[in-house]
């Protein structure tokens, strides 16, 4: 089954407030050579990182600078979005990379990234325009769309703020208030130019998705299909707080709608509690994750509450599934344990999930007996972060390396454990980028640029893969590097 690349969004609380005005119209700007235009017609694997497959190209962010107080177009190189083609057996031909976006891709949201489809690439880049006074913004994130090609730019709009959550898709630009992030807003930017740059947000509807939100959970499709139709990856899964006659009551209901606002459902409130609990008990909801397994099946994960006797009791974590081929029901929810765990990766299905609990990772299902050393999948005394999981392989970071193991062999046994990158990976920005069976990653150990390597599939006997530059280094950085060689 596919997996789909998904994105949490839990209620923060923020003081900065949406930006609804844009800056003025110039029809000289984002002047860029073009490159030739992308496969719009071809499918796009792993949207929402800093890398993106589309047919025989591939693009990604070329490198890692961080936030930046100059972001002018043209200028960036570093940090830019690059775009190279495939060789004929898949490989990347490094010698082909080119500049498509000369913008600095940042966002301080972890979930973000960037998206491509179709004709276009989307994504959220700082703007540093000057004040009256001069001094450069250093608040507001613009979103953007580039052609392919990079002929063609547009600003589609921007907000007051650089950690707002947001979401592309192939008709918005989906993006919490900075405001409140009980309130999802968006730019429609169906009704836009297609063959001119703009700096205005010209022809861009704005609206809001959903109020009353104290969660939101959405993700990308694992490989989006341009001519599949509806897909579950279309839907926005969020809990509502009750207002008006039945504010009193303690619960909440569980919701879904379409990112273009079609088919809004409500998939659990007051009455499919009925039956499940004793009527006077109704739940409340909180989303923690959802797992894309399918294209037209998800599985929902939430913790449930009740309020009995002036406060609120936890019932446990449970799973779900939605469906676009059935109705969702509340009876065939499975709890996956009584008490909620640190964290959580999602398997989907009724494959369960792996939960961290302190320093230890155990294999949990819904016929799993709480937290046990009969299911204890990682135990190494030290934190670690389940980044993936491919066919019986689980790949985790410690300590900014990362290690593997067979989900098929003994916890115990130490030579399960294999070291595949044994120091530099970057994890404290957007999330490790896996395409099939390909890892991105950001080398902290070569100035930060992209790295990449296949067959993380394959049973390899020795530790430690060989990963290759992926993008152009900076003159500078070449530089450094090869005094630093000198030096040693």
Not at 65 to 83: C, F, H, P, T
Not at 94 to 106: E, M, R
Not at 364 to 390: F, P, Q, W
């Amino acid at each position: 089954m596919k997996r789909k690349k998904v994105i949490v969004i839990v209620a923060l609380i923020a003081t900065l407030a949406i930006a609804a005005t844009l800056l003025a119209a110039c029809n000289d700007v984002y002047v860029w050579d073009g490159i030739g235009m992308g496969e719009s017609q071809a499918k796009v694997v792993s949207n929402g990182g800093y890398y993106v497959e589309q047919g025989k190209y591939v693009y990604f962010i070329n490198g890692y600078l961080g936030d930046v107080e100059v972001n002018n177009w043209g200028s960036a190189y570093k940090q830019s979005i690059m775009r190279a083609e495939k060789n004929s057996d898949g490989t990347i031909n490094n010698d082909t990379a080119q500049v498509v976006v000369p913008l600095v891709i940042s966002n301080q949201y972890t979930g973000g990234g960037f998206a491509v489809f179709g004709d276009w690439i989307y994504y959220a880049s700082p703007n540093t325009e000057s004040d009256t006074s001069g001094n450069p913004n250093t608040t507001y994130t613009d979103f953007m769309r580039t052609r392919t090609d990079g002929a063609v730019t547009q600003r589609i709009g921007n907000v007051n703020s650089r950690s707002c959550q947001y979401l592309f898709t192939p008709t918005r630009v989906l993006y919490t208030d900075p405001g409140s992030t009980s309130t999802l807003r968006y730019f429609d930017f169906t009704g836009m130019p297609s063959g001119e740059s703009v700096d205005d947000g010209s022809g861009v509807k704005m609206g809001v998705l959903i109020e009353n939100a104290s969660g939101i959970l959405w993700g990308y499709d694992a490989e989006w299909d341009p001519s599949a139709g509806t897909v579950v990856t279309d839907y926005i899964f969020y809990t509502q707080t009750v207002t008006g006659d039945d504010s009193y009551r303690h619960y909440n209901e569980l919701c879904a709608v379409k990112y273009d606002g079609s088919d809004r459902k409500t998939l659990a409130t007051y009455d499919s509690s009925v039956g499940v609990a004793d009527y006077d008990k109704v739940f409340t909801y909180s989303l923690k994750d959802v797992c894309f397994v399918s294209d037209t099946e998800a599985t929902l994960y939430y913790t449930k509450s009740i309020y009995e006797n002036g406060s609120s009791k936890s019932q446990g974590l449970y799973m779900n599934t939605f469906s676009l081929s059935s109705e969702y029901s509340v009876q065939n929810e499975k709890r996956l344990a009584q008490t909620e765990p640190s964290s959580f990766y999602a398997l989907g299905g009724d494959k369960g999930i792996l939960a961290t609990v302190g320093n230890n990772v155990y294999l949990v299902t819904a016929d799993s007996v709480g937290y046990t050393d009969a299911n204890l999948i990682i135990g190494t005394g030290s934190s670690v972060k389940v980044e993936k999981v491919i066919g019986d392989y689980v790949y985790y970071t410690a300590s900014n390396a990362l290690y593997r193991i067979n989900l098929d062999v003994a916890s115990g046994d130490s030579a399960n454990v294999r070291a595949v990158i044994a120091s530099g990976v970057k994890t404290d920005w957007l999330k490790l980028d896996f395409a099939g069976s390909r890892l991105v990653w950001f080398n902290t150990d070569d100035y930060g640029y992209l790295y990449y390597l296949d067959g993380l599939d394959l049973d390899t006997p020795t530790d430690g893969f060989e990963g290759k530059l992926l993008g152009k280094m900076t003159q500078e950085d070449l530089d450094a590097k090869a005094e630093e060689e000198e030096e040693e």
